[in-house]
């Protein structure tokens, strides 16, 4: 009896930590290269709106009177725009470290962070943000923007309560609200499995704008499924599908949810839609549909019709190129052939799936169809290769091996298969009592 598959539960959906972040290299500079308090003066009359007019932090006096810094600051924050690391480096790392202005340092340590950050080195680009940020000598916009993006690159480097609590006082001091902010909230919350927390951030973002980054909508899904509420993760994949019925993310995340609930005429429903309509791409997609088919027809619901259309699922697979031609695969292929008592059909899979496999538990299942068919022989044959070849259930395949050869009246041969099938502790109650029954002690 081939045992009742059980749908692999899926992986939390797939949730990018935090998308490319564009540091602000380039920072708003007040003053030029002759007299500071001048050009401060006429860089005001074209001053743009605050992006933080609210907020709590008090302005700070900038403290860049050297025109020399200011030079090397602007040319450093060029080179890190224009990508020579190794430049930018070489003339900030000296302001970083010796500048009389607090200022110049501030956005020194800014633009070193930019360059650690490129390099993937997210720690190093953190504790140079945050000396930054210390320093207490940015204007409010650089300040708070700053502060945000720290937030994001925590988030990136998986230390997300940190980036929590540095969006919590970003918010607070700034005085600002952002649906990418709660959106950040969110994806935190859910690492931190905190998902009611996450469940509120993300719908808070949501409502704050009418264009939703689609990644949102994955952290609202997979914290409903993970929070116990199957039916909202699966409603919400649902309707998002309807919205997009051509995207195959989509209906990945639809149909995967509704597996998860068990929901198996509903999931086959979508992807067969999915299937007919050409947007079923992914391998793993198919392959949950054929096995949602074979749960239905273990249920026994129209068994042989549903095991058929299993079948009909994987031989399309098959000739389209998107069902690979493995051992796995076509096990599969045999057990719902097996399922649907088509035991020639189940052979003709097993057998196409020997050819490729890389261990022997093909080839017991092709053993066992071969014993239910009489054919001892040749069950003999393929059970003693795939032993030989490795199984994972060892005592399963011995045992199988002993009614062979009682098949092939050579009870000796049977006795010694089955005393090996007692000493597989899986096996051990089973075959002591076949040997017991057959007089062996």
Known sequence: MIPAYSMRRTKRTNMKHARGLSMLASAVLLLGAASGQALAKDAAKDKPAALYPNSTRAEPKLDLKSEADQKSLNAGLDAVNSGDNAKAQQILQPLADSSKSKYAQALALQGLANIKYKQNDAKGAI???????????????????????????????????????????WRAEGKKETAESYALEGNADYRLQKYPEAIVAIKKAQSMTDKPDASWNQILMASYSESGQGDQAAKLASD??????????????????????????????????????????DEGDWINLIKAYLLVAQEGTDTVANSSKALQVFDDGVSKGIIKSSAENYKLAGDAAVIGESDSRAMSYYQKGTTVATDGDIYVALGSVQLQGQKYSEAKKSLQTGIDKGVKHKGNAYMLLAEAERGLKNKPAAIAAMKLAAQQPE????????????GNK
């Open 127 to 169: 504790a140079l943000l945050q000396q930054s940020l210390t320093n207490g000598i940015l204007p409010n916009d650089t300040y708070f923007q700053l502060e945000y993006e720290l937030a994001q690159i925590q988030l990136a480097d998986e230390q997300y309560q940190p980036a929590l609590e540095t969006l919590t006082k």
């Open 240 to 281: 998002e599908l309807a919205k997009n019925p051509g995207d195959t993310g989509a209906l990945h995340n639809a149909s995967a949810l509704l597996l998860q609930q068990q929901k198996y005429p509903e999931a086959i429903k979508l992807l067969e839609q999915g299937r007919s309509a050409g947007s079923l791409k």
């Open 427 to 438: 096996t051990a109650d089973k075959a002591n009592a076949w040997l017991k029954k057959a």
